[in-house]
Nanobody
Protein backbone atom coordinates (compact mmCIF):
# COMPACT_ATOMS: atom_id res chain seq x y z
CA UNK A 1 0.00 0.00 0.00
CA UNK A 2 0.94 3.65 -0.37
CA UNK A 3 1.97 4.96 3.04
CA UNK A 4 1.61 8.70 3.67
CA UNK A 5 2.89 10.68 6.64
CA UNK A 6 1.99 14.33 7.24
CA UNK A 7 4.09 16.79 9.17
CA UNK A 8 4.41 20.51 9.73
CA UNK A 9 1.25 21.21 11.66
CA UNK A 10 1.20 23.32 14.76
CA UNK A 11 -0.28 26.34 16.48
CA UNK A 12 0.07 29.81 15.02
CA UNK A 13 -1.47 33.22 15.40
CA UNK A 14 -3.84 34.56 12.80
CA UNK A 15 -1.86 35.93 9.89
CA UNK A 16 0.96 33.46 10.39
CA UNK A 17 2.23 30.76 8.08
CA UNK A 18 2.82 27.04 8.10
CA UNK A 19 4.09 24.58 5.54
CA UNK A 20 2.71 21.08 5.63
CA UNK A 21 4.57 18.17 4.13
CA UNK A 22 3.35 14.75 3.14
CA UNK A 23 5.99 12.11 2.61
CA UNK A 24 5.42 8.82 0.89
CA UNK A 25 7.25 6.12 2.75
CA UNK A 26 9.99 4.45 0.75
CA UNK A 27 8.20 2.01 -1.47
CA UNK A 28 8.38 0.23 -4.76
CA UNK A 29 5.42 2.24 -6.02
CA UNK A 30 5.96 5.41 -8.03
CA UNK A 31 4.32 8.44 -6.49
CA UNK A 32 4.58 10.24 -9.83
CA UNK A 33 1.64 8.16 -11.06
CA UNK A 34 -0.70 9.46 -8.35
CA UNK A 35 -2.90 12.45 -7.88
CA UNK A 36 -2.38 13.89 -4.42
CA UNK A 37 -4.30 16.28 -2.28
CA UNK A 38 -4.96 17.91 1.05
CA UNK A 39 -8.22 17.57 2.93
CA UNK A 40 -9.23 18.97 6.29
CA UNK A 41 -11.83 18.33 8.92
CA UNK A 42 -12.77 20.52 11.85
CA UNK A 43 -14.90 19.30 14.76
CA UNK A 44 -18.54 19.33 13.79
CA UNK A 45 -17.75 19.89 10.12
CA UNK A 46 -17.65 17.60 7.14
CA UNK A 47 -14.35 16.73 5.55
CA UNK A 48 -13.40 19.35 2.99
CA UNK A 49 -11.16 19.12 -0.04
CA UNK A 50 -8.60 21.89 0.28
CA UNK A 51 -6.33 21.34 -2.70
CA UNK A 52 -5.44 18.65 -5.20
CA UNK A 53 -2.65 18.36 -7.73
CA UNK A 54 -2.13 16.08 -10.69
CA UNK A 55 1.01 13.95 -11.11
CA UNK A 56 2.60 16.52 -13.41
CA UNK A 57 1.39 19.51 -11.42
CA UNK A 58 -0.54 20.79 -14.42
CA UNK A 59 -3.99 20.51 -12.87
CA UNK A 60 -4.50 22.15 -9.49
CA UNK A 61 -7.64 22.70 -7.49
CA UNK A 62 -8.20 24.97 -4.49
CA UNK A 63 -11.32 25.44 -2.47
CA UNK A 64 -12.44 29.05 -2.78
CA UNK A 65 -11.79 29.88 0.86
CA UNK A 66 -8.03 29.32 0.54
CA UNK A 67 -7.35 30.79 -2.90
CA UNK A 68 -4.61 33.36 -2.76
CA UNK A 69 -3.42 32.11 0.62
CA UNK A 70 -2.50 28.46 0.13
CA UNK A 71 -0.23 26.91 -2.46
CA UNK A 72 0.06 23.20 -3.18
CA UNK A 73 3.12 21.71 -4.82
CA UNK A 74 4.87 18.40 -5.18
CA UNK A 75 8.36 17.08 -5.64
CA UNK A 76 8.06 13.69 -7.23
CA UNK A 77 11.76 12.94 -6.94
CA UNK A 78 11.49 13.45 -3.17
CA UNK A 79 8.13 11.68 -3.07
CA UNK A 80 6.72 14.62 -1.13
CA UNK A 81 3.63 16.81 -1.31
CA UNK A 82 3.56 20.30 0.22
CA UNK A 83 0.96 22.81 1.29
CA UNK A 84 2.24 26.31 1.94
CA UNK A 85 -0.31 28.15 4.05
CA UNK A 86 0.00 31.91 4.43
CA UNK A 87 -2.21 34.46 6.13
CA UNK A 88 -3.82 31.77 8.21
CA UNK A 89 -7.22 32.42 9.71
CA UNK A 90 -8.97 30.83 12.69
CA UNK A 91 -11.39 29.17 10.25
CA UNK A 92 -8.43 27.18 8.90
CA UNK A 93 -8.18 25.31 12.18
CA UNK A 94 -8.64 21.63 11.41
CA UNK A 95 -6.98 18.27 11.15
CA UNK A 96 -5.26 18.20 7.77
CA UNK A 97 -4.94 14.97 5.85
CA UNK A 98 -2.78 14.07 2.92
CA UNK A 99 -4.35 11.72 0.40
CA UNK A 100 -3.51 10.04 -2.88
CA UNK A 101 -5.16 8.11 -5.67
CA UNK A 102 -4.07 6.64 -8.98
CA UNK A 103 -4.11 9.18 -11.75
CA UNK A 104 -7.48 10.12 -13.18
CA UNK A 105 -8.44 13.02 -15.39
CA UNK A 106 -8.60 16.16 -13.26
CA UNK A 107 -7.86 13.93 -10.26
CA UNK A 108 -11.54 13.18 -9.87
CA UNK A 109 -12.95 10.29 -7.91
CA UNK A 110 -12.39 8.81 -4.50
CA UNK A 111 -9.00 8.97 -2.84
CA UNK A 112 -7.72 5.60 -1.79
CA UNK A 113 -4.79 6.30 0.50
CA UNK A 114 -4.70 8.55 3.54
CA UNK A 115 -2.24 9.78 6.08
CA UNK A 116 -2.94 10.02 9.79
CA UNK A 117 -3.40 13.78 9.79
CA UNK A 118 -1.59 16.75 11.25
CA UNK A 119 -3.30 19.34 13.42
CA UNK A 120 -3.35 23.00 12.45
CA UNK A 121 -4.60 25.45 15.04
CA UNK A 122 -4.91 29.16 14.32
CA UNK A 123 -5.66 31.50 17.19
CA UNK A 124 -7.10 34.97 16.91
Amino acid sequence: QVQLVESGGGSVQAGGSLRLSCAAAPSGSTVSNYCMGWFRQAPGNERERVATISPSGRYIYYVDSVKGRFSVSRDNAKRTLYLQMDNLKPEDTALYYCAARPYSEFCSGAYNYWGQGTQVTVSS
